[in-house]
């Protein structure tokens, strides 16, 4: 349920942006809404029988309905400013995973002992793994190191984001051509230089910004599909409880 709980921080900064006029505008017709559901939910059956008693668990599954639709209305608006609230997230989760030292140790250990067990290198020049050095003088194992610092780093983020991280992909990582074609450019440009693990994080946090910013609409219209659909289930509980209530008082009443 990780997902959720990102999906509505999300919501709710995106709340966070509206002006307050336009917020109180959003707060009014959420509220009028849910309250016309309500409304019309515990009255249209007297246009069948007028002479029908609600229950109290009647009314319980109205006021439940009608207070989840005033969220999801809200839910509805929020969701206006995703793009920038994404790209917000993805700049603050590239600062923090740049000064994490548990991830940054742990992803160095399964660095070397990739590399080291690859056999492209020479074991006997492999210093002790305390000095925090990873030798990487053939292609291979340049790449090979570049894609483990990347796809940990995209790993993290789904950790971190478990929402965001759903639109961007299924398995957290990145396209070998990607970090091919970076660490080609990088090798061009600095021959003789180690590859940087910055250059991994901002490798991911790039494709990961670019693949949201793309995606970004169609998450949007989606889970706005998602939150109408949930709107009429929802409704659905009252309005059939109710309904089917009222047909057995005049089916018993014939």
Known sequence: MNWLLELITIVSEGLGRFTPGNLSLTLAAALGFSLLCGWICLHYVQLLNKRFQLTSTHKIFTALACTLTFFFVLAFAGLTFMREITQAQIEIWQVNIKEDQVWSQSTFEKTYNKVKESGKED?????????????????????????????????????????????????????????????????????????PTENAIDLAAK?????????????????????????????????????????????SSL
Request: aromatic share 12%; charged share 20%.
């Open 123 to 195: 074991i006997s020049t492999f210093p002790p793994i305390e000095e925090g050095s990873i030798p990487v003088s053939h292609k291979d194992s340049k790449l090979l190191a570049a894609q483990i610092y990347s796809n940990e780093a995209c790993t993290n983020f789904d950790e971190m984001h478990p929402f965001l991280s759903k639109i961007v992909w299924a398995t957290p990582s990145l396209p070998t051509e990607v970090i091919h074609s970076d660490v080609a450019s990088f090798f061009k440009s600095y021959p003789g230089k180690s590859y």
């Open 207 to 251: 494709h990961i910004k670019d693949e949201l910013l793309v995606q970004a609409p169609r998450v949007v219209t989606i889970s706005r599909i998602c939150l109408v659909l949930a709107f009429f289930l929802v409704q659905l509980i009252p309005f059939g409880l109710i309904g089917f209530a009222a047909y057995k008082d005049i089916k």
